[in-house]
């Protein structure tokens, strides 16, 4: 309701060519026309918004009190380029929440409270190229959530509560280059995760619950290599490796593909088992596969015994049949 009431005022505005001059500055804010900057920083804005001047192209909201992002909750701002909305308390985005901000290219939405995306929440930002969602409360990351991001370059989502990225959560970002991920709770990577950011240079996945890394991850970023041109670089520091010869296998695969550098590889340290807990990975990285070696000499030797016991205990006993009288002990000895 509150978005018709706004565009029957702002249509009017958007076919008259106004300079930004013509209207006032709302009231705590303070404008400069000359560089279209609007800035109501700070001035304990809730629900109701002020009406901004037409032709802003930089608008500062941080720090106020902003419970949610409607459709035209900023009038029809055409030209605004940037709009930072850092420190509110928006826990909701709605859907087409931005859709008449067409020419925005930067998105600041970090320490706010939101914890669910909208599907169509997207809609209308295909010139945005960086958006700030860290330090909110996300939990999941559904499928085709970033669909309408055409351009974006780097999406930050450090430091929410993401337990979970569905498959196609990141499909259709061709031109995304540095994703942050860091501070989140994931667990586990799925193949396809990120298989179609084929211009990514900077996937920071530290601080996650992550213990285990499957070989087909491996393959979804050596794919996603091969496509560009660019070296991609993977931070994984401060997750709680389980250190075995599988993990010590994929991390092997990964050094030796060209352009794609663990870079805090020399970092990582094992959560479990116990007896590693604690140690870097790069320092028992030979022990892993070794320890698996002798785990399997181990078992082939008590195959080998127990086999062994058996056909002795079949020959004593076809022995014993035989001969009741012979002594058993000068045969185990003379076995052994
Ligand atoms: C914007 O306004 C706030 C509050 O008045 C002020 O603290 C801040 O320095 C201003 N920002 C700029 C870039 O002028
Ligand atoms: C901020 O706004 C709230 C209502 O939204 C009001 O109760 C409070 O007094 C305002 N604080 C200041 C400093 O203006
Ligand atoms: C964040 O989400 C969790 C549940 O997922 C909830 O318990 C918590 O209160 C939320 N925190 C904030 C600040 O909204």
Same mark, same amino acid.
């Given at each position: ?27 705590g ?5 000359? @560089?279209?900057?609007?800035?109501c920083s700070s001035q304990n ?10 032709? &802003?192209?930089? /608008?500062?909201?941080s720090h106020n #009190? ?21 420190d ?51 939990? %999941? ?11 974006? %370059? ?7 509560? @993401? ?43 530290? #601080? ?8 087909? %991850?491996?393959?979804?970023?050596? #794919? ?8 991609? #670089? ?22 030796? /593909? ?36 002798? &785990? ?10 127990? %086999? ?20 058993? &002990? ?7």
């Amino acid at each position: 309701m509150a978005g018709l009431i706004f565009s029957t005022v702002a249509l009017p505005l958007a076919l008259l060519p106004l300079s930004m001059a013509q209207i006032s500055c709302s009231r705590g804010c303070s404008c400069q026309p000359e @560089i279209k900057y609007v800035n109501c920083s700070s001035q304990n804005l809730s629900d109701t918004l002020p009406k901004f001047p037409f032709g &802003t192209e930089y /608008l500062d909201l941080s720090h106020n #009190h902003i419970p949610h992002v409607l459709p035209f909750c900023f009038g029809n701002l055409l030209c605004l380029k940037t709009l930072l909305l850092r420190d509110n308390v928006v826990s909701y985005l709605s859907d087409g929440a931005f859709f008449n901000l067409r020419s925005l290219q930067k998105l600041d939405l970090s320490r706010n409270l939101i914890s669910f995306l909208e599907h169509g929440f997207s809609l209308g930002l295909n010139s945005l190229t960086e958006l700030s969602l860290a330090y909110n409360n996300i939990t %999941v990351l559904e499928s085709n959530i970033f669909d309408h991001f055409d351009s974006l %370059v780097k999406l930050d989502l450090r430091a929410n509560r @993401i337990r979970q990225i569905k498959s196609r959560a990141f499909s259709s970002m061709t031109t995304l280059r540095h994703l942050y991920l860091n501070g989140n709770d994931i667990t586990t990577l799925e193949l396809a995760t990120f298989s179609t950011l084929r211009s990514l240079e900077m996937l920071q996945l530290s #601080h996650n619950q992550i213990a285990e890394l499957q070989p087909g %991850v491996f393959a979804a970023l050596c #794919h996603l290599v091969l496509m560009c041109a660019s070296n991609a #670089h993977v931070l994984l520091e401060g997750n709680p490796w389980h250190c075995d010869c599988d993990l010590q296998r994929v991390f092997r695969k990964l050094d030796e /593909l060209h352009r794609l550098f663990l870079d805090d590889y020399h970092k990582l340290k094992c959560r479990d088992p116990e007896e590693l807990e604690g140690s870097l990975i790069v320092a028992v990285a030979d022990e892993l596969c070794i320890a698996e070696t002798v &785990t399997v000499l181990i078992l082939t030797g008590t195959v080998l015994v127990t %086999v062994l016991a058996a056909i002795l205990i079949g020959e004593k006993n076809k022995r014993q049949s035989l001969d009741k009288d012979y002594n058993l &002990t000068c045969l185990n000895l003379k076995f052994y």
